[in-house]
């Protein structure tokens, strides 16, 4: 496989950085290493430093699953950013999934161009997963990440490659990736910030599962504007704020622009039994004696039978529709 583009590379960055939720920006690309972005989330800016290349097969017929970077055009020891996050990837473009490797490993090496090394399975399970680990001969784990989870990966990345320093606790890491129960006591059971990375992994991989089944079930469609243009969430039909009724199941979730997203959520919009999106009149009338309504008849006008997915087992689910209403106060 011939070397993938900068812009092509530079652009899968990108967009799963925005598939996070945050808004990137590159604003360093020369030299070729490492790109510098600027990430910006929740009201927060922080740099990014990522030295990248393609992922391509290793070439040795006694390994055929074995793929790996050249580390290409940097010199020992690499430059890392002391003002925010530096990470070291492989990018595979046919199924647009990246490898993260251990920085702390590979900062400083002798020779030129020097290999890395990641397991194609390795790949593949992370595109089921979110992330998927991989145990090497030297006890250096390699790391799957589905675009989705990227930006997790660059805020955890240390942590997540010394897993391997105890077999339990990488376990139990694992457990949360794959979004299996764990025990609250286990939990408990380790240090404070052994504890947030558990906490924070099982958390992002609900989210990301949720968004990746509502997504590809509403074919990246808003379902009342039918558009895609990239600018689609996956919202809960019952938000997570109602408590245990709320679950993150495909049949509990609508895919929806986020002014229709943010809408829903607040109530100026419900779906009903007959997956009819309405306005909600009693709202509409508090926007009508605030003089906040302009443009609500553009709004609205899309409003009626919502595009639903093909699959009946993916569409929402009539028990959580009430739930929401009634949650609302909707009746």
């Known amino acids: 496989m011939p070397p993938t583009s900068r812009e092509i590379i530079n652009s899968a960055i990108l967009d799963a950085i925005n598939e996070a939720g945050a808004v990137g920006m590159l604003v360093q ?10 990430v910006a989330q929740n009201g ?8 990248c290349w393609t992922l391509t097969h290793g070439g040795r017929k ?16 690499l430059p ?6 530096t990470i070291l990837l492989g990018f595979e473009p046919n199924r647009r999934v990246f490898a993260g490797f251990d920085l702390a490993r590979h900062q400083v090496f002798t020779g030129r161009s020097p290999s890395v090394q990641v397991s ?14 991989q145990t090497k001969s030297n006890n250096e784990i390699a790391i799957g990440i589905r675009s989705d989870m990227l930006l997790f990966y660059c805020e ?4 997540l490659h010394n897993l391997g320093e105890d077999s339990t606790y990488f376990d139990t890491v694992n457990r949360a990736v794959k979004v299996q129960s764990i025990e609250e006591s286990v939990i408990l059971s380790y240090p404070r910030q052994r504890q947030l990375v558990i906490h924070e992994t099982a958390r992002w991989s609900r989210s990301s599962t949720f968004k990746k089944q509502v997504l590809n079930a509403y074919d990246y469609r808003c379902a009342v504007t039918r558009r895609q243009l990239k600018l689609v969430d996956a919202a809960h039909i019952l938000p997570v704020k109602a408590g245990e009724q709320s679950i993150d199941n495909v049949r509990n979730g609508i895919a929806l622009s986020p002014t229709y997203h943010r809408a829903f959520d607040n109530g100026l919009i419900f779906l009903d039994d ?14 009508y004696r605030l003089g906040l309504d302009s443009g609500i008849e553009s709004f609205t006008a899309n409003l009626g039978r919502i595009h639903l997915p093909y699959n009946p087992e993916q569409q929402p689910d009539p028990y959580f529709i009430h739930l929401a209403n009634k949650y609302r106060g909707l009746g």
């Not at 955890?156 to 942590?159: D, R």
């Open 62 to 77: 006694t390994l055929p699953d074995e793929y790996r970077i050249q580390m290409t055009s940097v010199n020992s020891p």
């Open 80 to 85: 890392v950013n002391t003002g925010g996050n």
């Open 44 to 51: 927060y800016q922080s740099s990014l430093w990522v030295y």
């Open 156 to 159: 955890h990345a240390s942590e």
């Open 274 to 287: 007959n997956m009819v999106m309405r306005l909600n009149q009693s709202t509409a009338e508090d926007l």
């Open 29 to 38: 690309s020369s030299p070729a290493h490492p790109r510098v972005y600027l």
């Open 120 to 133: 194609l399975s390795t790949l593949n399970e992370s595109l089921q997963h979110g992330l998927a680990f």
